[in-house]
């Protein structure tokens, strides 16, 4: 069944306004009722990045069935937060409480995908994107008016919330699973190859090689300051000599068959120029080099 919300007629030979179209009241209905989903879905988004940060979740699974003052006081947070989180989470249908002894838990088949125990596939990780778009909201609505770019210190955190996403995944599988997709790479490795890695990051993928494999030599390159610094320390904690990391944006890398074998992971995507980083690429492998 069709409706008309409202119609301005004009005088007959005057210009007159657009039509104002007929409207299904019940798909009006339910896709108002779909924007409240969105909303909804948002705020869960932040609340889970906020228990995530706090280390709620995990608190959560090492003390089960605990009252928000337990909690709180465990974790060393104020309990009036703690308890107004734990209700969101709750009506979120996130958590399970018990009104009886006002305890609550996370059901294991949730620690299962919002916990360290979750690994890579740690959904928690995710939920902090929301927001650090948040924060690029007023910036981007400026843009959308004036044009002009962001970059990536734009994004505060960013580095932060990608070093620990990209982490779960290499720490799970970039030795004993990613790497052996390159026929032979392993083997080259362990023989002793110059590697070079675009778009590093916090350079936790370099130094995982690095330590795995003493006899190659591995550079990493980023044009952020604040990542290269990142990958640098852990490098100097773990006591690497065969990793170095360079403050660079690889548009302009300029090197002639360098290098054995280049990864970027996840970074072609992010390019301005993926074309000339791409031909960077290309002209800074040695020939015979793993691909
Ligand atoms: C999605 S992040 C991936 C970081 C890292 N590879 C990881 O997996 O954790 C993309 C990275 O590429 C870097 N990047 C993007 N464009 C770049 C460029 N032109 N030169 C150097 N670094 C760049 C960013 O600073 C960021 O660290």
Not at 71 to 86: F, I, M, P, Q, S
Not at 99 to 116: C, F, M, N, Q, Y
């Amino acid at each position: 069944m069709t409706t008309q919300l409202s119609r301005h007629q004009t005088d007959a030979g005057t210009a007159s306004a657009p039509p104002v179209p007929e409207v299904d009241p019940a798909a009006v209905a339910a896709f108002a009722e779909r924007c409240v989903g969105f909303m909804n879905q948002g705020a869960i988004a932040l609340l889970i990045s906020v228990g995530h940060q706090a280390g709620l979740f995990e608190l959560m699974v090492r003390h089960p069935g605990s009252t928000s003052r337990q909690l709180a006081d465990t974790g060393h947070l104020d309990e009036r937060y703690v308890r107004e989180w734990l209700a969101g989470m709750v009506t979120a249908g996130i958590v399970r409480y018990h009104p009886d002894t006002r305890t609550h838990v996370l059901p294991p088949e949730h620690a299962a995908v919002l916990t360290e125990s979750a690994g890579p596939d740690n959904m928690a990780h995710l939920m902090q994107y929301i927001g650090v778009m948040g924060r690029v909201e007023q910036p981007i609505v400026e843009r959308l008016q004036h044009g002009g770019g962001l970059s990536y210190a734009d994004y505060p955190d960013f580095h932060r919330i990608m070093a620990q996403e990209s982490a779960a995944v290499n720490d799970a599988s970039l030795i004993d699973g990613i790497l052996p997709l390159v026929e032979g790479l392993p083997e080259r490795l362990e023989a002793g190859i110059d590697v070079a890695d675009i778009g590093c990051g916090s350079g936790h993928a370099i130094n995982l090689m690095a330590a795995a494999y003493p006899g190659s030599r591995f550079t990493g390159y980023d044009f952020s300051a604040d990542a290269i610094a990142t990958a640098r320390r852990e490098a100097a904690e773990w006591g690497l000599a065969n990793a170095r990391f360079e403050v660079l944006d690889v548009a302009a890398l300029d090197v002639s068959e360098g290098f054995d074998a280049i990864t970027a992971f996840d970074a072609i995507h992010d390019q301005a120029h993926p074309a000339q980083v791409l031909g960077n690429i290309h002209r800074a492998l040695r020939p015979g080099a793993c691909s």
